[in-house]
């Protein structure tokens, strides 16, 4: 595929908030910033309400930081309104706190974790298992549940992130993205990214040969990460992290955050409505993916 700038492939980075403070994320999007990447980070607009740590939009100097990022031209998406149970109202609140400080809704959503508001997710994620969606926990789809607010998602937000393949190249293995799924009508498009979870994951999927054979293939790789996870370590940034990401960034591609990205492919796609049988052939992918990872 061809990509602006006549640059000859993309790549992006998506950073979960899970664990995200000032102090072990900001030396990575310094380092980002210098090299000339622009990446999206996710936020949260309440403090967690579980087990899971992180700052969120309404801590000043959090926000503060945030709106920096955004400034320098890094993306801000939302993953979820928080962490733990949050109501319809909850998010809806959630939704208008992050129009008050970043200006406008968010155009991504990330699903976070075990939150009962997640939109399509656990076995959701899957059409095959349709007849079983009526059990499923997560109903932020779901009219009836207190958690619903998929009407304001389908309003307000253009993306949302489904599956992770343990693959550089994205676009290669979901040659779909962005794509609509006729049975999630709360939704608009859907996409998938590399998973990369760690510092160790993401030194691995990142590593020369897999970054030479992206640029080889015209591909385009978003990469799911959390900064916070091992990235900076007693506020040193990763010396590996360092070597990869100057190593891609000389090689020249397209940087810029995921839904930058995203609103090119959906621009390339020739055919503007994607199959039910097409969505079922991607997650069976995803499901041999998972098994393969397993062993």
Not at 11 to 26: F, H, S
Not at 115 to 143: A, H
Not at 174 to 185: A, C, F, N, Q, T
């Amino acid at each position: 595929m061809k990509f602006p700038q006549n640059k000859k492939f993309a790549l992006t980075i998506i950073d979960d908030t899970d664990g995200a403070t000032i102090e072990n994320v900001k030396p990575v999007y310094d380092f980002l910033y210098k090299l000339g990447f622009k990446t999206t980070k996710t936020i949260w607009t309440f403090p967690s309400k579980d087990k899971f740590k992180g700052l969120f939009l309404q801590d000043y100097r959090y926000r503060q930081f945030i709106n920096k990022l955004q400034r320098q031209g890094f993306e801000i998406a939302l993953h979820s309104v928080g962490s733990g149970k949050f109501n319809r109202q909850d998010t809806l609140d959630g939704l208008e706190i992050f129009k008050q400080f970043i200006g406008h809704y968010p155009k991504m959503q990330i699903n976070h974790a075990q939150n009962p508001d997640n939109l399509y997710w656990g076995i959701k994620r899957l059409s095959f298992l349709k007849p079983f969606w009526r059990w499923s926990k997560f109903s932020g789809d779901n009219q009836k549940s207190t958690y619903f607010w998929g009407d304001y998602a389908k309003k307000n937000i253009k993306y949302i992130r489904n599956f992770s393949f343990n693959y550089l190249n994205t676009l290669k293995v979901d040659s779909l993205m962005p794509y609509k799924d006729s049975l999630k009508p709360y939704t608009n498009y859907w996409f998938s990214a590399s998973n990369a979870p760690d510092i160790s994951s993401f030194l691995k999927i990142t590593s020369y040969q897999n970054i030479d054979k992206l640029a080889e293939e015209g591909g385009a790789a978003i990469i799911y990460t959390h900064f916070a996870s091992g990235f900076v370590k007693n506020g040193q940034l990763n010396a590996g992290f360092q070597k990869n990401m100057t190593y891609i960034a000389q090689k020249g591609g397209y940087f810029v955050p995921g839904s930058i990205l995203l609103d090119y492919l959906l621009t390339q796609k020739k055919q503007k409505n994607t199959s039910t049988s097409e969505i079922r052939k991607l997650e069976l992918k995803w499901c041999f993916d998972k098994i393969k990872s397993k062993f």
